[in-house]
């Protein structure tokens, strides 16, 4: 030992030994030489920072300080992956930190806690935990749906990215990209999705802000037309021509959208429709409200002419729980697209010469038009349509039952008169019942 060195070995109550140089800090050469003992040593440098040496020869960087009165000891590293210099630098940014006011062991926890979050918490992650969450309390068709988007448009593009990471133009490029291709309905369901998954972030402490949250305002306006409904005068060819749809695609296909012409429900209630749910002999329909976009129960009186297509149908579906089944699981329904697709197949195509684009939800808009012209009670088309009022003390006067009678004459008159267009007559007159008064 160096004549100008004095050294003590102080044995501490916990059985560690402190090697302290009253005279001189550390220098690397005493570290390279210092050899490990049976318990813990600690070399002391200057204010605060020691290294202690294990038992197996391991030697970590240590600072010791205060905050608010409190002893503690902060990690600076393995030396000599972070040398005696670099644990100097260190050891001075932590006091920085300090004069600041701010715990620099708290701060590293909370970077070392907001890594593990940027690593392992993904969008697609949070999205499937959130979806998880909430499909309990939605029908098995909308949650279909809603992880449908995510998956088609949104996983994609921001899936693997962590969410912390996210940041509002990442979010608004996603449903640009959407709007390219016309969708705008779909833009929109999808910017909600996302805001709902990052609001579920900031809900369990994954994030702390929703890069969603002020993205209002930025998708192009939707027209407010219905969605391409099937004018009028188009109505006796296509009622033709789906006549012998069975003739090019499945006879299925083709009772389901006569029925949905019919009864003009939503295509999701009537893809859903469950045998149980029809009695033939009151002639109606009783959809229950798990199925109904308003969660309340919704009865369909049933004409004539849909209960000769429900005939049909028995053959073919009805030794399964569903009465419009998926040609490929049996379990599940019939897709929107099915539909969808054996009416552009029929032309209604939007590019076909002569013939309108038409969707399976747009004759719900076709029959409002109709029998408003016609002259039938505008409540009770309301009924039929399952709209719901907005008004709380009108919503339970207009009762699900209520202009049942009214809603019978109607949905048979209905019946008549596509029967007549189909045929090429237009004589139909409504039933005094139903006529405005």
């Not at 640009?176 to 833009?187: F, N, P, S, T």
């Not at 893809?271 to 959809?287: N, S």
Request: aromatic share 8%.
């Amino acid at each position: 030992m160096a004549a100008d060195e004095k050294w003590c070995y102080i044995w501490c109550s916990l059985g560690s030994i402190f090697i302290c140089s009253t005279t001189m800090a550390l220098v690397d050469a005493q570290i390279r030489q210092a050899k490990p003992q049976d318990k813990d040593v600690w070399l002391t440098d200057e204010k605060g920072l020691r290294l202690l040496i294990k038992p197996n020869g391991s030697k970590y960087w240590r600072l010791k300080y205060r905050f608010l009165g409190k002893q503690k000891t902060l990690a600076l590293g393995v030396y000599p992956t972070i040398t005696l210099k670099e644990a100097r630098e260190a050891a001075g940014d932590a006091r920085r930190k300090l004069a600041g006011g701010v715990d620099p062991g708290q701060l590293k926890k909370r970077e070392k806690q907001q890594r593990l979050l940027d690593s392992d918490y993904t969008f697609a992650v949070l999205a499937w935990e959130w979806h998880q969450q909430q499909r309990g309390t939605w029908t098995a068709d909308h949650a279909a749906r809603v992880w449908g988007r995510l998956k088609d448009d949104v996983l994609p593009a921001l899936g693997e990215n962590p969410i912390i990471t996210i940041q509002p133009q990442d979010i608004i490029a996603v449903v640009r990209k959407i709007e390219q291709r016309g969708a705008l309905d779909v833009a929109s369901r999808v910017l909600q999705d996302i805001r709902r998954v990052c609001r579920y972030a900031v809900q369990t402490g994954r994030l702390t802000y929703n890069p969603a949250m002020d993205l209002t305002g930025v998708l192009k306006a939707r027209p407010s037309s219905h969605r391409d409904s099937l004018p009028k005068e188009e109505l006796p060819d296509f009622l033709r021509a789906l006549t012998v749809y069975h003739q090019r695609g499945r006879l299925l296909t083709q009772l389901a959208i006569q029925l949905l012409v019919l009864t003009f429900v939503r295509s999701g209630e009537l893809r859903g429709a469950r045998w149980e749910e029809f009695d033939l002999d009151e002639r109606l329909w009783r959809i229950p409200g798990a199925r109904m976009k308003m969660k309340t129960e919704h009865l369909v009186p049933l004409s004539l002419q849909s209960v000769a297509v429900i005939a049909q149908l028995q053959p073919i579906t009805g030794q399964y729980d569903l009465v419009f089944p998926s040609e490929r699981n049996r379990q599940e329904p019939m897709s929107d697209n099915t539909m969808r697709r054996a009416v552009f197949k029929m032309g209604y195509d939007g590019n076909t010469l002569g013939k309108s684009k038409a969707v399976p939800h747009g004759f719900r808009a076709t029959a409002s038009s109709i029998l408003n012209e016609t002259g039938f009670n505008p409540d009770a088309i309301e009924r039929q349509l399952a709209h719901m009022e907005r008004s709380g003390v009108r919503a339970a006067y207009t009762h699900h039952a209520r202009y049942l009678d009214e809603r019978r004459e109607m949905m048979q008159w209905w019946g008549n008169y596509l029967d007549q267009l189909r045929e090429g007559r237009s004589n139909v007159i409504p039933g005094k019942f139903g006529i405005r008064g």
